[in-house]
């Protein structure tokens, strides 16, 4: 991980979250890009083992009206965090490449995957997103709360030419990081809340 105090300076918390899991992950050092003069530019600069660099634009999905269900519904809302009664320990979660590819499609989720494929001075071009409760199908993810497992579970389809990564964190307290690599498939990362 970086030793220097200030590489995440600048960065949101979605943006710090995903700097921390990626450092985790992949074994690589973290800096903010998109501070200062570069507003606008991609989020992160990922130097990798081995001198690769990979360009890495973070964002977030929920869906429609999620943001204000807590106001709406009073008390009775799911909490962040809470656990779902649903284990899907060791199986691919179904529709898992479908949603994905649905995702990939949602404006503000598609501008920023075309923003950080089109990154010219980099070895990789990594998207995160976020996604809160509404980000995918309901079961599916519910079933991202808890351990799955992904081998063999079919690619997206990935209309960005030059996006090589795809990583997915939801807002599960305790949930796992997949990852999706182009020519690779998926994996599945625990990451220590």
């Given at each position: ?36 003069r ?6 992160l ?44 320990d ?17 404006p ?11 990154v ?42 030059g ?31």
């Open positions: 991980m970086g030793s220097d105090p200030k590489r995440l300076d600048g960065l949101s918390d979605d943006e710090a979250y995903a700097a921390v899991a990626l450092e985790h992950v992949t074994g690589g050092v973290v800096r903010a890009h998109d501070v200062g570069l507003q606008g530019a991609y989020d600069d990922l130097l990798l083992p081995r001198g690769r660099r990979a360009a890495v634009e973070v964002t977030t999905h929920t869906g429609p009206g999620v943001r204000h269900r807590s106001s709406l519904l009073g008390p009775r809302a799911r909490g962040r965090g809470q656990r779902p009664e649903l284990t899907i060791g199986e691919v979660p179904a529709g898992l490449a479908e949603a994905v590819t649905a995702l990939l499609l949602v503000h989720v598609a501008r920023r995957a075309v923003k950080v494929a089109a010219a001075a980099a070895d990789e071009r990594h998207l995160f997103v976020g996604l809160g409760d509404g980000g995918l199908p309901d079961p599916l993810y519910r079933a991202l709360a808890r351990p799955v497992g992904v081998p063999g579970a079919p690619d997206p389809e990935v209309e960005h030419d996006l090589t990564h795809l990583w997915l964190a939801t807002a599960w307290a305790g949930s796992p990081l997949l990852g999706w690599r182009l020519g690779a498939g998926w994996s599945v990362h625990a990451i220590a809340g």
